[in-house]
């Protein structure tokens, strides 16, 4: 396991407390997921991370109840993965919201500074 994931780990559990009690696999694929996805792209709409789990077969399982489970976005931003940049139309037109944030993705922008400096 990455520093990263160490870190984000230590910090979605207190998050996630009660998520992470009853779920830890679905807490820690989740960020594994998030960790990848962000990697490739330098910015997200916040309705792209639950496209990316799906498509990658991970769903909120039923033990973990919506109130339990907080916004996987949320958590993101709070373990400073992601900031925001501004308020966008969705992507998906079944999107109940008028708007949803784009996010800056903070692991892309590490990961090309790294490759920069290495150089």
Not at 42 to 71: I, K, M, Y
Not at 96 to 116: A, C
Request: aromatic fraction near 10%.
């Amino acid at each position: 396991m990455s520093e990263r994931m160490k870190n984000a780990m230590a910090l979605a559990e207190q998050c996630w407390k009660k998520a992470n009690d009853v779920e830890p696999e679905f807490v820690e694929e989740y960020l594994r997921l998030a960790e990848e996805y962000l990697g490739t792209k330098p910015a997200v709409q916040g309705d792209e991370f639950r496209a990316h789990c799906a498509a990658n077969g991970l769903r909120r399982p039923l033990t973990l109840h919506p109130n339990v489970w907080v916004s996987g976005v949320k958590a993101l931003r709070s373990i400073g993965w992601i900031t925001p940049i501004k308020k966008v139309e969705p992507s998906k037109s079944h999107n109940h919201m008028p708007s949803v944030t784009l996010w800056r993705s903070e692991i892309y922008y590490d990961n090309f500074k790294g490759r920069n400096e290495a150089a």
